[in-house]
Every structure is written in structure tokens, then in C-alpha cells.
């Protein structure tokens, strides 16, 4: 880790920090409160993605849907409108709209093949955005003069990294240049984060053969994508549990339950702190 103590933390005159964990933990409002501060800077994954990544694909789908309006497709063709998301840190609905849901087009479904080639940019997307953490970390320094800096990850980090490699790309680059704080979940949060995912729905991004398990169990071009995306959301959150269990071998974590106390950016410092002590105390 790249700090061993928690002196070395709460010394350091350059903080810089990763969070990860499952969607509506807290990672966001975390980063946000560190950026209220006024002197961190915070790196949104999906928003990375949204724009750099993805915007081209999800700016051509809306204009493929203003396509089909006659009234709509004539101002396109003579560019005499304007078709973008208008994507921010707190509201990714253009990218979950682009990411879609399988099932019976009646409902609003994608065939599933389109789907998993939506999934597939998404996957790449992330894995670019994540590896961009280094420079942006040196951007942050040399344009802003921010010296601290938070990256907020988003909860699918775990379907693009292999926990079981000690060598892995994304995971040794993130902590090898920040400190990865993993906010681990109760047994009851389960019931919850799935009403929230129903409510108002993620990006989420599946690894290939979990998401092919599910729709030979579940799916097929009738089933309803809302339930599809709901069933599928939460065989995800007990898959991925211990997959985040195993990524926080390069770094320290935090429970749910203390990052709902956090007021204010010096709160989570010293949550970061305690965790990087508890790491280091023997057991």
C-alpha cells in the first residue's frame, strides 16, 4: 500500500484515494464530501465513461430514435438541431438508457445479442477509464493544483478486474497510485439496494458468462426486462460480494455502517485512517 501507517496517511501532503463497493454504498457521497473540502479533486468513473468512452455510441442513439420522428429526422439531416446526453456525476440515466435492458421490444427489451454488445463497449470503456486513473491523478496537479485526489469507481469494477490475480492491470495500477478503500455492505442492505436499483437503475456492467448464465436460466425474447434486470441485479450482488472480499487485498476497507456517519471531508479522512490501522494491527 502506498501508505503503510496511519500517520503516513494523515501526513502525506498528496492524498489520493480509490474507493470501491457495490452501487449505493456510498462511494459518491463520500467523494463528494472530500471534494466540499476544497482541495481534492474527484474522479468520477462513470462519468469517464459516459463522456470519453461512451458518448459517441449513446449520442448516436438518441439520434437514432429522433431518427424515426419525421419532424425530428429533417432538422437532424440539414443540422439544424442539436442531440447530446447531458451526463453528470449525479445523473447517469443517458448511459443506463444506452445500456438498455434485454427482453420483449414490447416493453422495451433489446434483443439479447445487441445487448451483449452494448455490455461488451461498456466493459472496455471501464477498463480505460480506470487505467486512466494515473493521469488523471498528474492533471488534477499540473491544470488544477489539486494535490488530493479521490477516484470514485463505480460498483461494476469488479466485473473487469480478476481478484485472483495478484497481478492484475487494473487493480496494481490503482494501487500503485492511490490507496483502494473497499466500503463493504451488511446482509440487509441487499432487499434495499435492489428497490433502489428497480426504482432508478445503474449502469451495470456483467461479466460475459454470468450474464449468459442468467438468460439461458431466465431469459428469452418475451421476458419482461424489468424483471430480467431485477432478477439478474440481485444474483449479481451475492456473486459479487466476495469478489470485492478478495479485492481488498490491495488496500484497507470500511463498513457501510461508518461511512453513512461521515459529515464532512475531515471525517472520512480519518475513516481512511482507522481502516489503514486496523489493516496493520495484528490480529
Excluded at 75 to 90: A, H, K, P, Q, V
Excluded at 128 to 139: C, G, H, M
Aim: hydrophobic share 40%.
Amino acid at each position: 500500500m502506498i501508505y503503510e501507517t496511519p500517520q503516513d496517511w494523515t501526513q502525506a501532503p498528496h492524498k489520493r484515494v480509490t474507493f470501491f463497493g457495490m452501487s449505493g454504498l456510498g462511494k459518491t457521497h463520500l467523494a463528494q464530501m472530500l471534494r466540499a473540502g476544497g482541495d481534492w479533486f474527484h474522479y468520477s468513473i462513470d462519468y469517464r465513461i459516459g463522456t470519453a468512452y461512451m458518448g459517441e455510441y449513446i449520442a448516436d442513439n438518441l439520434k437514432r430514435h429522433a431518427m424515426t420522428v419525421p419532424y425530428l429526422a429533417e432538422l437532424l439531416r440539414s443540422d439544424s438541431i442539436y442531440i447530446g446526453s447531458n451526463i453528470t456525476f449525479e445523473n447517469l440515466a443517458p448511459l443506463s438508457a444506452f445500456l438498455g435492458k434485454p427482453g420483449d421490444p414490447a416493453k422495451g427489451g433489446l434483443p439479447y445479442d445487441e445487448y451483449a454488445r452494448r455490455q461488451a463497449l461498456h466493459e472496455r470503456a471501464e477498463i480505460n477509464a480506470l487505467l486512466d486513473t494515473p493521469a488523471f491523478i498528474e492533471r488534477a496537479l499540473d491544470i488544477y493544483g489539486y494535490g488530493n485526489f479521490v477516484c470514485d469507481t463505480g460498483g461494476s469494477i469488479v466485473e473487469v478486474v480478476d481478484p485472483d490475480d495478484p497481478d492484475d492491470q487494473v487493480m496494481a495500477t490503482l494501487s500503485q497510485t492511490t490507496l483502494p478503500v473497499w466500503i463493504e455492505g451488511r446482509p440487509d442492505h441487499a432487499d434495499t439496494l435492489i428497490a433502489r436499483f428497480t426504482r432508478d437503475p445503474k449502469p451495470m456492467c456483467y461479466r460475459p458468462d454470468f450474464l449468459q448464465h442468467h438468460w439461458d436460466r431466465i431469459g428469452g425474447a418475451e421476458v419482461d426486462p424489468d424483471t430480467f434486470m431485477r432478477d439478474t441485479y440481485a444474483a449479481a450482488i451475492h456473486a459479487r460480494e466476495p469478489r470485492y472480499a478478495k479485492m481488498a487485498r490491495w488496500g484497507v476497507k470500511v463498513s457501510s455502517a461508518d461511512v453513512e456517519q461521515m459529515r464532512d471531508a475531515a471525517d472520512v479522512v480519518a475513516l481512511v485512517a482507522d481502516a489503514i490501522g486496523n489493516r496493520a494491527a495484528p490480529a
